[in-house]
């Protein structure tokens, strides 16, 4: 068994930054050099571009890099998800092709989940792939994908089989967005922003060997793609935050964190801004106010319990422990803060808080918060769905009752929905 010393693994990473890191190469090449090393995700495996250190290194090893103002491999967006489930489930040639230009950052990712008709219900999907001697062919439309409009790469979820149960229908697929047949729209929002999009496939091919796993085993790689997306919400902010150093690197990382970063701007918004409401409250000059004091008192102890729980659901992932049902249980308490704070940050600033724009509080940025909080109750799997993740599998509820169960074809689905 091989052991590791926090010390021995700092000493070693400390001579190889001193050795290879140089602010004068290009992003590209230094990623190059790093995933080669394997410090650029030490805790994968050795045989993927890592070094398979424990979790629990990491902070580490994090911390080295910031002593060296050393620039990491790309982590930011989808491709984190992407990289995880090829990981897990892809072959070893998608793994050689695929990983190492996601961690140099050479290819973007998006996530082909949603449909018009079926959006939590993502086992309801009707996109279809159907065979042909070159592999095969996609037809269909998928909703609210975020960054598809400058995507390398897509993950799939396609119906392959009509005739099986509606979980075991579906496969899952790898698929290049830039080739004929796919078609990407952006998609204006309530609130002024324009990050998710809807994609057309029409007979856009997908070669044999980008079919991930068996025929069939969509769902279940689904759900590993969706558990990393649950779990890596707040990576996502850790580590969409630029250097801010001076050096060509460093602008070369500040450029891919705007292109990759611009969609998720608005998403401090959805949250609710907690930050924003003891000084909103103090400048209208409502924080005297007894009742409005309670609710304020309500929602900074529910905010710091939600963060007490991201945090030991880290802490736990850090130490090894088995994935457990943190991600539906941190969600569904992202939703409950988020509202909260809309709820607030209304009772603060009364009517103004409806005023967008120069003329709206903080710049319209209060009106922005209560257009973009119902999205954490939606995205990601609604409140609906984790809890019944949670009933089911912590409380140990009886299921749903089902009324889809037997052949797909033969579930019950809105009539406007292809086939």
């Given amino acids: 068994m091989i052991t590791h010393d926090e010390a021995e693994v700092r ?29 650029g995700m030490p805790h994968w495996p050795r045989a993927w571009h890592g070094r398979s250190l424990p979790m629990a290194l990491l902070p580490a090893v994090e911390e080295e890099f910031e002593a060296a103002q050393a620039v990491g491999v790309a982590r930011i967006g989808i491709r984190l998800l992407a990289a995880a489930t090829l990981l897990e489930h892809g072959s070893n040639a998608h793994k050689a092709r695929f990983l190492r230009r996601i961690l140099t950052g050479e290819d973007t990712w998006c996530q082909l989940f949603s449909e018009p008709g079926s959006g939590s219900d993502l086992a309801g999907a009707t996109t279809r792939a159907h065979s042909d001697s070159d592999g095969w062919v996609i037809n ?33 697929f790898i698929i290049d967005m830039t080739q004929p047949g796919v078609e990407v729209q952006p998609l204006k929002q309530m609130n002024g922003h324009a990050s998710f999009n809807q994609v057309f496939f029409t007979d856009a091919k997908v070669p044999a060997e980008n079919l991930v796993g068996k025929t069939g085993d969509g ?10 997306e649950r779990r890596n919400a ?33 998403y ?3 949250a ?6 003891m000084s909103r409250a103090r400048e209208t000059g409502r924080l005297a106010d007894p009742a409005l004091r309670q609710d304020i008192a309500r929602l900074m102890m529910l905010s710091r319990s939600a963060e007490w729980l991201a945090h030991r659901a880290r802490q736990a992932k850090v ?27 209304t009772l603060i600033s009364g009517a103004d808080a409806m005023l967008a724009g120069a003329d709206g509080p903080h710049d319209g940025l209060i009106a922005e918060i209560l257009l973009s909080v119902p999205a954490t109750s939606i995205a990601g799997g609604t409140d609906e769905i984790q809890r019944n993740i949670i009933g089911e599998r912590v409380l140990d509820l009886p299921r749903e009752p089902r009324m889809d169960t ?3 074809r033969d579930v019950p689905r809105n009539p406007t929905r292809g086939r």
């Fill in 11 to 39: 000493a070693e990473l400390r001579d190889w930054l001193r050795a290879h890191w140089d602010v004068n190469r290009s992003l590209v090449a230094w990623r190059n050099l790093l995933v080669d090393s394997g410090w």
């Fill in 140 to 172: 269909g439309q998928k909703l609210w994908t975020t960054s598809a409009h400058h995507a390398d790469w897509g993950l799939l979820l396609a119906r392959t089989d009509w005739d099986a149960p509606k979980h075991s229908g579906m496969s899952y």
């Fill in 219 to 228: 769902w279940k790689i689904a759900m590993t793609t969706l558990a990393h």
């Fill in 234 to 266: 707040d990576a996502l902010r850790r580590w969409g935050h630029a250097s801010p150093y001076a050096g060509a690197i460093y602008d070369q990382e500040r450029a891919e964190i705007a292109t990759v970063m611009e969609p998720y701007k608005w």
């Fill in 268 to 270: 401090p918004q959805r």
């Fill in 272 to 277: 609710g801004r907690v930050d924003l409401i």
């Fill in 319 to 345: 130490a090894g422990k088995p994935e457990g049902p943190e991600g539906s249980l941190g969600k569904l308490v992202a939703s409950h803060v988020a509202r909260a704070a809309s709820h607030v940050h």
């Fill in 406 to 408: 037997g052949p797909f």
